[in-house]
């Protein structure tokens, strides 16, 4: 398996459930003392990189190729991590300029890493090269480079990279590189707040672009982004998934190579009252057709927390029936506001409703998104007859999101004053943004 790069947030929206993978790739789950203790080490390169020749008449363009190094087991310190690059595969492409870390020896450089992470939040590369299309170089041209690497640590106290599994193919070319800079995270707002959103667009290409489209996907919980009279705006009903607005904007502004844009008047938006999490997404693409030389630097994300609440209740049931008899239970779970709540980088489920099923009860039937598991949370070989069920909420819910679960339970044994647990569950961690946990409990009474 060949890990993926951790840059620059996913698009919102479809690729929402692909932002969990993004965001997780090479996250270990926490090692139990009954489970083998494995460990991996991976190198994190680009795939593919263009180098553009320079414009007018210029020396070609530096591009910085950033290498990353990483392991899989953080119950594991890993250190003195060593890569070998080898770019004897460069050759009449490209050159490469070498870091402090980087110890060159004619084609190749072992680069140093003296402390190896696990992928999280803080996660960067540590290798950045440096580098350029040769002199004289076509159009066209490709090289590539190619990487291993070994670590000290792991459970047999050395890690070894996959052999032959990591290179970047780098090609000379020319056109258009719009670049969006990267927005620092806003937090501490208020429901109600109004923030300018600093946008900076530059073509860092060697060619003309000849105009190009802009985009701007913002969350639930944000509205009146300002108007432009070159942009058309919707307005999704989140069927499918959360709502958001949706902005497409058509500049035919001419950017010659270094030319910078702004917008007709800056960029605004403001934070409805159930506003929580928020993310605007902004992309850009260029016009006529035109290829952009480098396509990560084209989108971002950025992420705006406002200090408000999301109170998260279950609401239980009372039923009963005669030995044999086969009843109802329903199970509700309900946002109470003010603010709504959306996984809208991981892409997790906002919350699982657990139920322990009752003693002297079967469930025959199971809504629709409740698996069911052993009572530590284990796989269940059947649907039905599981003494405990986990339903998934989706990944987002609205300020006023109401939902009920109805289970068919068979009454085995009148066990007088019997009830079962009712619950609700982030899918990691805790629920920070709940005021109140004490209506996160019910229970389902029988009899």
């Not at 620059?8 to 926490?30: D, E, F, H, K, Q």
């Not at 300020?399 to 990691?428: C, K, M, N, Q, W």
Request: proline share 8%; with cysteine; aromatic share 8%.
């Amino acid at each position: 398996m060949r890990p993926v790069s951790v840059g620059r947030s996913v698009r919102l929206g479809a690729c929402v459930t692909a932002a969990a993978g993004l965001l997780t790739a090479g996250l270990a789950a926490p090692a139990f003392a009954d489970e083998p203790q494995t460990d991996q080490l991976w190198i994190n390169p680009p795939y593919e990189q263009t180098l553009p020749l320079g414009a007018n008449g210029g020396g070609p363009q530096s591009r910085p190729l950033d290498i990353g190094l990483y392991h899989d087991n953080n119950n594991f310190t890993v250190t003195d991590g060593k890569v070998t690059v080898d770019i004897s595969g460069l050759a009449g492409v490209a050159e490469v300029t070498w870091p402090e870390n980087c110890a060159p020896s004619g084609t190749t450089a072992v680069c140093h890493v003296p402390e190896v992470p696990v992928i999280g939040p803080d996660y960067s590369e540590q290798i950045r090269l440096v580098v350029r299309a040769a002199d004289g170089a076509a159009v066209g041209a490709q090289g590539r480079i190619t990487y291993e690497a070994t670590a000290t640590g792991g459970p047999s106290g050395t890690l070894v990279a996959p052999h032959d599994s990591f290179d970047t193919t780098l090609t000379v070319a020319t056109g258009p590189d719009l670049a969006i800079a990267d927005i620092a995270p806003i937090e501490h707002t208020a429901p109600g707040d109004e923030k300018t959103i600093p946008f900076e667009l530059t073509n860092n290409g060697d060619s003309t672009a000849h105009g190009f489209t802009l985009t701007l996907k913002a969350s639930y919980g944000l509205e009146e982004l300002t108007r432009y009279d070159a942009c058309t705006y919707s307005r999704t009903s989140g069927d499918d998934y959360a709502p958001r607005t949706h902005v497409t904007c058509s500049f035919d502004q001419e950017l010659a190579p270094g030319d910078t844009f702004e917008l007709p008047e800056p960029l605004k938006v403001k934070l409805t009252r159930h506003a929580l999490q928020e993310r605007l997404d902004i992309s850009v693409d260029p016009g006529g057709g035109a290829e952009d030389l480098r396509w990560d630097d084209n989108y971002t994300a950025l992420l705006i927390a406002a200090d408000n609440a999301a109170d998260f209740s279950v609401t239980g049931d009372a039923v009963s029936g005669a030995a044999g008899e086969t009843v109802t239970a329903r199970l509700t779970f309900k946002n109470n506001g003010p603010g709504w709540l959306g996984n809208i980088v991981s892409g997790d489920s906002v919350a699982n409703v657990r139920l322990i099923v009752p003693r002297g009860t079967t469930v025959t039937g199971v809504p629709s998104g409740c698996i069911p598991r052993t009572l530590s949370g284990d796989f269940y070989p059947r649907q039905t007859g599981a003494p405990r069920y986990d339903c998934r909420l989706p990944y987002w819910v609205l300020e006023d999101t109401e939902r009920s679960y109805a289970f068919s339970l068979r009454i085995d044994t009148v066990v007088p004053g019997t009830t079962g647990a009712v619950s609700i569950h982030p899918e990691f961690g805790e629920f920070e943004f709940d005021p109140d946990t004490t209506n996160n409990t019910a229970v389902l009474a029988v009899n």
